[in-house]
């Protein structure tokens, strides 16, 4: 009787926050304290997707009318994945394939398909810390190389859009500039006639597109070409940083994300307060803010919505499987994560106003249009910015304090993206994985592999890959398909009322009847949906040069079905190993109430049970539940 009430065998495992485990293994660790849950899923979700894509998509689509779209996403997608995939890892108590294994053995797969994305982002994102840490390196320099044209790969075109604003008859054909910047000019400048006053967004030779192009990326017409050392030495750099906050797993990532998670608020703030005081701001917030209703008949503004969603909430990629995997068994997950999807939303919306500030002084001092200086994605962190922060006093200091705040908040991202890759191999084979000296191991064969393959994209022609990489490894399409089996899976195969018990179970209540009706038909009606949408209209825009086209049609036609047919593979794995137990969950998970249906639908019983588990008994998880910690 002891031994039942301390959760021995015949209470299935070892406890509901340890689980069974094979003889040998060793025991699975979880978060020493809520903070650091909170905090590392605060690093997971919030990155610089809140910042370069949520502002962006917010103006393009509609200023405050885009929120229309972005909350009823929210609520019917962001929501309801973000509780299943959490409440998923801390029920089971296993990563991203495993915990799909013990719910549905036929759909491990899933699991699969979204480490693989999460592969090729641990591979490709960390390059844009690396092209940080560089513009960081200059950023303590003075002037700032990207506010002059007199350095060595500045080219003889090389021009402030600033100067052009303040003397235009000094960019006008026939007129001798080479004064302004020292340099000679070539015979046949009297018939450069492309230069237009009205559209500098079409001028090639900017302060910071050349030092962006010239000097950076330093690109050239060969597909790869050799490495530039000073840039792979940005990316060692950022791969040490990673693996030293990684290597230990949730015990080093657990301390980590206190500085790296509350920081990054800090200098946002800081960097708020001196953005919305810029002349200019005003016009910027404006335009961002400004609600265009008219907008909401495009369905590409509620596709962008959903797409912010999924990218900026870490959907469907394992990372909050991950984490939550390492929770305690009584943790109030429901409440967790309806906090956490507020606060990245938020934390969009506030970074919104620093972009549009800046932008806005931008457009001021160029005096043009907001039009002509709005951009998204690495050009508004490398180009846009750095640009607007050049002109103002104290530039060193502010360079410095934007690019480390983008560090932080991408290097905590990519700290989870290791985790979850991580820790999904480690739970695959716990017995080898586990043992002491094995993880840093682990994590530093990732760190390698990851690191050789990120010197393709920091070649003279990395740029490509990256892009390839980028639009079709981290397609939003993949996590659309993911997303849709992971709804139906749980709410028609397992069960969407036998997981309402687990999580009961779990926290004391049922979470809201919604998210239930969610799981089963919104959320995934509203996936095919968007799916059809992109298949119909994306990829068909992909263009990356007409010599270019075919190699990056093949290459990204691998990435992008090799994460979804490791759905079907597995799903004949699962029939070679048991086919009469291809959607039976496992044993080792603790059914409270094993008796009632697996789901119901309007007080009517679609699923009957299934029987209690294998060697439990309701009885035997009513003892444990008395032993819990109740406190959440």
Sequence with gaps: M?????????????????????????????????????????????????????????????????????????????????????????????????????????????????????????????????????YLIYSFKSPLPWSTCDNSWNSELCHSPLNMIDNPHQFYPNTSWSFLDNISLPDDFESISYINLTDLSQLDNTLEEEFWRNRVLRMSDKLLGKVHWDLALCLLLAWVICYFCTWKGIKSIGKVVYFTATVPYLLLLILFFRAVTLPGAGQGLYYYLFPDLRRLADPFAWEAAAMCVMYTYAMSQGVLTTLGSYNKYNRNCYRDCMALCCLSCVTSIFAGFIVFSVLGFLAHVQGVDLNDVVTAGPSLIFKAFPLALSVLPVSTFWTVLFFLTVFLLGVDSHIMFMESLATAITDMFPRHLRRPGAREVLVLVIAVVCFLLGLTFITEGGIIPF?????????????????????????????ADRFYDNIEDMIGYR???????????????????????????????????????????????????????????????ALWRNPQNMTSPSSDLRQARPHKPVLTLCKRVIFKAQGPAVGTTAETHEKIMMEEPSGV
């Design 467 to 495: 892009q390839i990489v980028d639009g079709f490894g981290a397609n939003g399409s993949i996590l659309l398909v993911i997303s849709c089996l992971e709804t139906v899976i749980i709410g028609w195969v397992y069960g």
């Design 2 to 134: 002891d031994e039942e009430k301390a959760g021995g065998p015949s209470a299935a495992g070892v406890g509901p926050d340890e689980g069974p485990r094979e003889e040998g293994t060793p025991p699975r660790g979880k978060w020493a304290n809520n903070k650091e849950f909170l905090l590392a899923m605060t690093g997971g979700i919030i990155g610089v997707g809140n910042f370069w894509l949520f502002p962006f998509s917010c103006y393009r689509h509609g200023g405050a009318a885009f929120l229309i779209p972005y909350f009823l996403f929210l609520l019917f997608i962001g929501g309801p994945l973000f509780l299943l995939e959490t409440a998923l890892g801390q029920y089971t108590n296993e990563g991203a394939v495993t915990a799909w294994r013990k719910i549905c053995p036929m759909f491990e797969g899933v699991g699969m398909a979204s480490q693989v994305t999460t592969f090729y982002l641990n591979t490709y994102f960390i390059v844009v810390l690396a092209w940080n840490i560089f």
């Design 511 to 573: 979470p809201n009847p919604v998210i239930k009706y969610c799981w089963m038909f919104i959320t995934p009606l509203i996936s095919v949906l968007l799916l059809l949408l992109r298949l119909l209209t994306q990829f068909s825009s992909f263009e990356y040069g007409y010599q270019l086209e075919p190699v990056a049609s093949i290459v990204g036609a691998l990435l992008l079905t090799t994460p979804l047919m490791c759905i079907p593979v597995f799903i004949f794995v």
